[in-house]
């Protein structure tokens, strides 16, 4: 369905794989892989920190987006793409909320990194 002419459709893919497509049709090693990047989240990042906002907001799309995905793959064996954007005359690969989630974390969380924790740094100053 075109809602904007040249620009924006909504348009119904089931995603058998990760990104892009890769591992196409390993829905179940996909679960697994989803399942243990959960856990390791949160009992590496998460369980017993104090995080900031930030942290929190960074995470929490992250842990969403893997949640909303890892829930298409249980109930429909397939993820379930419908954002299909045209832009320039490149026509990306169509993704889904959970998918936006992700990436956004991702770039958080590579800001995160970057800036690195100013309380350990100030802390070796002392």
């Known amino acids: 369905m075109t809602v904007i002419s040249g620009f924006f459709s ?7 794989g990760a990104a892009f497509s890769i591992l196409s ?14 856990n ?3 009992f590496g990042f998460i369980k017993g920190k104090k995080l900031s906002n930030f942290e929190q907001i960074s995470f929490g799309l992250l842990v969403g987006g893997i949640i909303g995905n ?4 249980v109930v429909h064996m397939q993820v379930i793409d419908y954002l299909d954007f045209n832009v320039f005359g490149y026509d990306f690969p169509v993704f889904n909320l959970a998918d936006i989630a992700i990436v956004i974390s991702m770039i958080l969380i590579a800001i995160l990194v970057i800036k690195g924790d100013k309380n350990e740094v100030s802390s070796k100053g002392k």
């Open 70 to 73: 890892l829930i298409d793959r």
């Open 25 to 38: 049709s390993n829905t179940i090693l996909l679960i697994v892989i989803s399942v243990i990047v959960l």
């Open 40 to 42: 390791v989240i949160y």
């Open 10 to 16: 909504i348009t119904l893919i089931g995603n058998t």
